[in-house]
């Protein structure tokens, strides 16, 4: 397997902590992000969405981290990621969801730079920005949580939400935020990072970390 990834890309940190707890060797490749090379045409002709992480294994080409965590659970079930009844499922999903398409998306390289660039934001609004959707989101995340407290964010083993939550944070604390708010959201990200397939993958382990 080789995974395209961005050592700062949240969503590719998710899919290097499941490919880590799954224990599945994977050859890394560098996309920086930064420089634009997501756009380059020997890229661009592997991803059409041009985005990061992107999956090679074998003949297939698989995008999107959270439909890349399924297909691994899938094909390389054990140990798993998800609960094995349909109610625990559905709520690992939905906590995953919540951090991948309510918080991530506004918080993104590509929105940051367009505030800052086409809308002319300056860089302490732009912050302003980042903090608010990350710190009201992660209420939300909280909430879930103390409603069904558990080791890591469903159960005692960690699961998908946990993959999706981990990167979060390590954004936030970049940026800044608070997170006093979030106690039961913090522990839980504490109890992830004693576990080596968090530590081990986090981005400044990261083999194009500047």
Not at 8 to 16: D, I, P
Not at 102 to 131: A, Q
Not at 169 to 186: K, T, W, Y
């Amino acid at each position: 397997m080789e995974l395209f990834n961005y050592f700062r890309s949240s969503a590719s940190y998710r899919v290097r902590i499941a490919l880590a707890l799954k224990g599945l060797d994977y050859d890394y490749r560098s996309v920086q992000l930064a420089r634009g090379e997501q756009a380059a045409p020997a890229y661009a002709a592997l991803a059409s969405a041009r985005l990061v992480p992107l999956l090679v294994d074998g003949p297939q080409r698989l995008w999107q981290s959270l439909a890349i965590l399924e297909y691994l659970e899938e094909t390389h079930p054990q140990p798993p990621l998800l609960p094995p009844d349909a109610a625990g499922r559905a709520r690992v999903r939905a906590l995953a969801l919540d951090i991948a398409c309510e918080i991530h998306p506004l918080n993104n390289l590509r929105v940051l730079k367009y505030l800052t660039g086409s809308l002319g934001v300056s860089e302490d609004d732009k912050n302003r920005w980042y903090r608010h959707w990350v710190e009201t989101g992660l209420e939300a995340v909280e909430r879930q949580l103390r409603a069904e407290p558990a080791t890591y964010c469903h159960g005692q083993t960690p699961t998908m939400a946990d993959c999706a939550l981990v990167p979060q944070i390590f954004n936030a604390q970049r940026f800044e935020c608070r997170l006093d708010h979030v106690p039961q959201v913090m522990r839980v990200f504490d109890a992830c990072m004693k576990l080596p397939a968090f530590e081990q993958t986090r981005p400044e382990r990261c083999p194009d970390a500047t």
